[in-house]
Structure formats: C-alpha cells, structure tokens
C-alpha cells in the first residue's frame, strides 16, 4: 500500500489493516521513530508469527504499542516516575518497561514470559489511528529481519520482509529514524535499556539519576539489549580517521576523508538530530557487496548522538 502524495491514508484502507490485525496478520507501519511490524499483542499465534517473520530469538521481548495512556493503564502497574515521564514523553519516542497486572491480555510470548512489559504510546497520527482502529494492543518490533539494519521507509520493509508482511502501511519516511529510549521502572532504580528518540538528559531532569543497563544476549528485558544488532552485511567501523582501499564512507560534518567509492553524509552541519533522521537509511544505501566496508567519521556522545553511537557499535561487532 502506498501513499505516493503523503496524503493521509484512507479510513477504508486502515480499517482493512485493522482487519488484518483482528485476523492474527501482520502489518507493518510507520511510528515517529522506525516502522513497527504489527501484530495483536494478545493472540500468541500472531506472536509467533512476527518472531517467524523476523527470525528473532523468542528470548527477545516485544514493545507493546497502544493508543493513549489509559490503555496502557490496563495493562502495567504505573509508579510516580512512570507518571512523570509519560506526563510530558508521551506520546512519544519512550518505552516503559513496567510491571504486569495480574489481568494483563497480553501474551506471554509478547514479554517473551516476563512480568513486565515494554509499552509506549507512539506519537505519530498515522500509528494513532492504527491504534485506535485496531482496538487491540499491538506488539510491534521494528519491521526488518532479527538484527539487520531497522526500517525508516516503507521500501526498507518490502526489501527486508517481503512476503511475510499481509500489509504495509506507508506514509513516508519516519522522522526521528531511531527506535525509542526504553526505560526499566521495575527494579529498584531507573535504568536505561536502551538509548533512543529522547535524550538520557532530558530523562535525567525529571526523575534524576538513570543507571545504564549492561547488554544481555541471553535473557534481554527488552529490545537492543542484544550486543550485535542493526548490522550491515559488510563490516562496519566507527570513528575512522582515514579511509582503507574500497571502503564507503559514512560522513558526519562539513568535511570527509578524502576520495571513496560512496559517500553518504548524515548531517554537514553537524546535526545529530538530522544524522539520527538519516543513520539507517544511509547505512542500507552504503551496504553493497562492492565496496569493502563502510568507515564513519567520529560522531558526538551527546544528546541523539548517544544512540546514534549505541547502533553503530552493535552494527560494528
């Protein structure tokens, strides 16, 4: 399904996604931070059919999107700094892993069996409407094969899925174009899962110091935890100060390192926000089979920049 004029999607057309979804199938669609391959978060055989899909470990917990905060109320038990970020994070680019209600409908194989869950409530107007046509929570990795390089476009999923996927949703580019931050507030202290769409510092001024989780390939409380991850099928390595013979480079800023066989530059100004906008798209742009990998230039730890690095040193492993 393509949407080629960015005018909105027809009701007619989301309510058959909406169908699919009622039905067990999945549809991929756009989030304001990568494109999510959705599925009923409260059937297990459409649980199993996304982990099918993707070839993901079924070790891997699912993020569970749904469309407003009370929804999310219905599923985990909310503590005082869970209120305070989704007071002014959500909707938005931040996952909350929380506890269970005893209650919960969804899946078992959604949490990947844990007493907690990864939720958000996405902020885009397509994802909403998606959500609240669906009436069900979605569980919604991002929509490209288990630890390849995540969707930002709707091509990225046909090229990456194909077949697997009953419908994509396509309404362009996603405009943050990195995953969520995920937060763990079911320990004894806040800790960071996962760098993302929103900023650690942002985070930090309201609920104060975040530890950072270490990753875990084993037994992950949520998605991006796993040490290889978003990988390119040619290797990949960060901070290059020059170039090596075929190597494509990966440029950041207002200079590169000299000659190469492709060049992609995520921000020439210097914008991390921009670079996050374009990390993965270029990424896939520079992974061919004819250069001998992809240099990228030193990127600030700083703000977006902070997740920007966090993907490119799992792609580099």
């Known amino acids: 399904m393509s949407d080629p004029t960015n005018e909105p999607i027809a009701e007619e057309v989301l309510q058959r996604a909406a169908e699919c979804i009622q039905a067990g199938q999945l549809v991929a669609f756009p989030t304001e931070t990568v494109y999510g391959l959705g599925a009923d978060a409260t059937n297990a055989d459409a649980i199993a059919a996304i982990y099918a899909a993707k070839d993901r470990p079924s070790f891997n917990p699912l993020i569970i999107h749904v469309a407003s905060l009370e929804a999310a109320e219905q599923l985990v038990v909310f503590d005082d700094h869970a209120r305070t970020l989704t007071a002014t994070c959500w909707p938005g680019a931040l996952t909350l892993v929380l506890p269970r209600r005893e209650d919960c409908a969804v899946s078992l194989l959604a949490a990947a069996g844990l007493e907690t869950l990864a939720i958000r409530v996405p902020a885009h107007a397509l994802a909403q409407r998606f959500l609240e046509k669906a009436g069900v929570p979605i569980a919604a990795p991002s929509a490209n094969r288990s630890g390849t390089v995540s969707s930002t476009k709707a091509d990225h999923v046909r090229a990456s899925l194909g077949g697997a996927v009953n419908m994509v949703l396509d309404d362009g580019p996603c405009q943050i174009g990195l995953e969520s931050t995920i937060i763990d507030l079911a320990g004894d202290a806040p800790t960071l899962l996962r760098a993302g769409g929103v900023t650690i510092e942002l985070l930090e001024r309201q609920i104060g110091e975040i530890k950072t989780a270490t990753d875990d390939d084993t037994a992950p409380k949520a998605p991006g935890m796993l040490s290889r991850h978003y990988a390119t099928a040619i290797p990949l390595r960060m901070d290059?100060?020059?170039?090596?013979?075929g190597e494509a480079l990966l440029a950041f800023g207002g200079r590169t390192l000299g000659p190469a066989p492709a060049?992609?530059?995520?921000?020439?100004?210097?914008?991390?926000?921009?670079?996050?906008?374009?990390?993965?798209?270029?990424?896939?742009?520079l992974d061919k089979p004819e250069f001998t990998g992809i240099a990228v230039m030193e990127i600030p730890e700083t703000g977006l920049g902070r997740a920007i690095n966090d993907r490119l040193r799992r792609a580099s492993k």
């Open 240 to 245: 290059a100060l020059e170039l090596r013979e």
């Open 263 to 285: 060049i992609c530059n995520l921000s020439r100004g210097g914008d991390v926000k921009e670079a996050a906008t374009n990390l993965f798209d270029m990424m896939r742009q």
